[in-house]
């Protein structure tokens, strides 16, 4: 009978061995993808945000708080700005990817009803402009408490485009690609009573629908019709210029600058603060990493004890499997004298029995593979999908930066990675058979025999 044979005859036979020995294969190739895919990830992961629009540092004017004649407190901001001027010199500063100046202004426009506010009148039929280079990453939008429902953000490449509420859009029958002519116009109160300061139209602009947003918060305080948060629009810079509520290339709002590296954002502040050309008696800097300090030693400590888990499985694992190929060959001394004294080669008779452990091994590594793919998936979900990057890209800034993006499997290994761990497992495994084999096949069939009685 050929050792091919042979083999197939004992692993359909001695089904409780073969078994056994097809769930330690399966189950250490399991914990060895599983541990090598987590110590990947969190190095992939970690790159990821490093490489990344990780941080950002906002700089605007400070705040004057005083008390009134009624001891209340009024909040006063410096009149200065930041000028394009600046603004370059900062960025040539290094390392900084986008800006994202803003400025702020009213506008009104006859094909738009505003959502009555406190007081509401014809006169004061007006909404709050936040005229921007990058609509998406306004505080509302990277703070989820707005989305983009339709359309596309406004980004530094676009004039006369505008974002409006879906509830704003509903009320007139707005939708995506609507044009329509704003007027400029200016909160005031007298007499009790909310007005426009500015009577006299002489500026207008016509503008066009880029895209709609969702509130995800409602609001019931008491605020006129411009403070409505549904009736605030989000417009390309040009638009306020147009109106003659702002001038190109000067910001009285907060300028937003965003870094390639959160680990540099510490050295970047301080560079830009040695700047000259600011005034930081009237101005102030506040940084956010978007919470890379956390997220990096969270990597770091879940690296640490991703490596010691390693270790040990492996350690653990390749004992028991040479344990268990073993005592499977001790198993097997009989059998081998056998067949040496009915003349069957030495040769033939390891080739067998490592032909019975590679056929089962082989099996285990192919279904570990298909399991592995659905227990690393729901390990991606379940470790890395509070730590995924807010990436920062041309693409986000026009879509979103909470899109629905899929979550990056950081988890997943690649080919190479696989044919590696399967391949060391298999040389574990046939080193544990032939070793054992050989050892016993340089005895004499009467002594194997005899040592087995």
């Known amino acids: 009978m050929k050792f091919t044979q042979r083999a197939m005859l004992y692993i359909s036979r001695k089904k409780g061995k073969t ?9 250490v190739a399991v914990f060895l993808i599983s541990c090598f895919s987590i110590l990947n990830a969190s190095k992939r992961l970690s790159e990821d945000i490093r490489t990344s629009l990780g941080a950002a540092f ?42 994202n100046p803003i400025n702020y202004g009213f506008a009104k426009s006859e094909a738009i009803q505003f959502i009555p506010g406190h007081k509401h009148t014809a006169e004061n039929n007006m909404g709050k402009v936040t005229a921007l280079g990058f609509s998406a990453l306004a505080p509302d939008f990277t703070d989820e408490t707005a989305i983009l429902a339709e359309g596309k953000h406004i980004t530094e490449a676009d004039k006369g485009k505008i974002l409006i509420s879906e509830q704003l859009a509903n009320a007139n029958q707005l939708t995506v690609g609507d044009t329509l002519t704003l007027t400029h116009a200016r909160l005031g109160e007298a007499d009790g009573a909310y007005i426009d300061e500015i009577p006299v139209k002489t500026a207008c602009t ?25 009736n605030e629009i989000y417009a390309s ?22 870094i390639t590296d959160p680990a540099k954002l510490d050295n970047i502040t301080g560079n830009v603060q040695l700047l000259q050309s600011i005034d930081w008696t009237t101005h102030f800097i506040r940084t956010n990493d978007f919470q890379y300090s956390r997220i990096a030693h969270q990597l770091s400590s879940l690296a640490d ?20 190929l073993t005592m499977r060959m001790r198993s097997r001394i009989q059998e081998a004298g056998i067949l040496l004294s009915v003349g069957a080669s ?24 298909i399991v592995s793919l659905v227990t690393t998936r729901f390990l991606g979900h379940g470790l890395f999908e509070q730590l995924q990057p807010n990436l920062i890209n041309d693409e986000s ?30 040389v574990v495994i046939a080193a544990s058979t032939v070793v054992p084999s050989i050892m016993i096949m340089r005895l004499k069939p009467k002594e194997i025999l005899s040592i087995h009685e």
């Not at 901001?77 to 990817?97: A, P, W, Y």
């Not at 004890?305 to 268990?324: E, P």
């Not at 390891?350 to 082989?362: P, Q």
């Open 19 to 27: 078994i056994s020995l097809f769930l330690m294969v399966f189950v």
């Open 58 to 99: 906002y700089i605007r004017a400070n705040t004057q708080v005083s008390m009134n004649e009624n001891g209340e407190a009024e909040v006063k901001e410096n009149n200065v700005h930041i000028t394009q001027k600046e603004i370059d010199e900062i960025m040539r500063t290094g390392e900084i990817k986008y800006y």
């Open 206 to 230: 016509q503008v066009e629908v880029s895209g709609i947003y969702k509130l995800n918060i409602g609001d019931s305080s008491m605020k006129p019709t411009a403070g409505v948060a549904e």
């Open 237 to 258: 810079l040009d638009v306020l210029n147009e109106l003659r509520e702002s001038e190109t290339g000067i910001y009285t709002g907060e300028v937003d600058f965003y």
């Open 305 to 324: 004890l991703v490596k010691t888990l390693l270790v040990l499985v492996s350690v653990i694992s390749t004992a028991f499997l040479i344990l268990l």
């Open 346 to 369: 030495k040769g033939q008779i390891i080739a067998g029995f490592l032909l019975e452990v590679l056929s089962v091994t082989i099996l285990a590594l192919i279904i570990s593979y």
């Open 397 to 426: 800034l026009a879509t979103g930066m909470n899109s629905g993006r899929p979550i990056k499997n950081y988890l997943k290994l690649g080919a190479v990675e696989l044919l590696l761990i399967y391949l060391c497992q298999l």
